[in-house]
């Protein structure tokens, strides 16, 4: 008994997962609420519908929308729309740290988290199909931290991406809370690039041909 309360106060004084790990399955689905697109106002697995296919899963401290990311999600929606031959997928999820319950159940927090975002970005909050999306190639959402266990960030963290394919995370890149920039932005979407897109299977953008010139006619004899 006394071996078992010393394990049960040793577990409870362990340091908290520092992130989601390199080289690891990606730990599971999730369903946040989707803010754009088709599926607005309704709780949807985005990773249900990226498979094995390459994946940029951005998570986001807070809900908050950083200055400038309004910019960096229309940059990252252009690389992806750019390389669907290439069957490359996002998404951006703002995890909410202050809705201390599951977000289903969230009701207060989840409009207050909701309206903030859409105000922003530029969504439409009515729900339905035909709500203004500037991103159509990306889903962006909202979820709860408390939901969100299995995908861990440190305290220092504001922002983690997570590149994966064939259901394994293949690199992770993580930004201290505050220290979001274009350049730190540029640096992820350049190792998306090099790291999920496949140059094999993007559409090769070939040059227009000239016109060819009209062949001389000999004159009429």
Request: overall charge neutral.
């Amino acid at each position: 008994m006394l071996m078992l309360c010393c394990s049960v106060l040793i577990a409870s004084q362990a340091p908290a997962p520092a992130g989601v790990p390199e080289n690891q399955p990606v730990p599971g689905p999730f369903h946040p609420l989707i803010l754009n697109g088709p599926l607005t106002g309704r709780y949807h697995c985005p990773l249900s519908d990226f498979g094995a296919r390459p994946f940029v899963l951005i998570l986001m401290r807070g809900t908050d929308v950083p200055e400038g990311f309004k910019e960096m999600l229309g940059e990252l929606d252009q690389l992806i729309g750019k390389n669907q031959a290439a069957a490359l997928r996002g998404a951006v999820i703002f995890v909410g740290d202050k809705i201390d319950m599951p977000l289903y159940l969230a009701n207060a927090e989840r409009k207050a988290a909701r309206d903030k975002i859409d105000e922003v970005l530029g969504f439409a909050s009515d729900g339905k199909p035909d709500a203004k999306n500037p991103y159509p190639s990306i889903y962006v959402g909202v979820d709860s931290s408390e939901v969100l266990k299995s995908y861990p960030m440190a305290d220092d963290v504001g922002m983690s991406a997570l590149l994966a394919r064939d259901y394994r995370i293949k690199s992770v890149m993580r930004v201290p809370v505050g220290q979001l920039s274009a350049e730190k932005w540029k640096a992820m979407l350049a190792e998306v690039d090099a790291k999920l897109i496949d140059k094999t299977l993007a559409p090769v953008v070939r040059p227009r041909l000239k016109p060819r010139a009209p062949v001389p006619v000999a004159p009429a004899q």
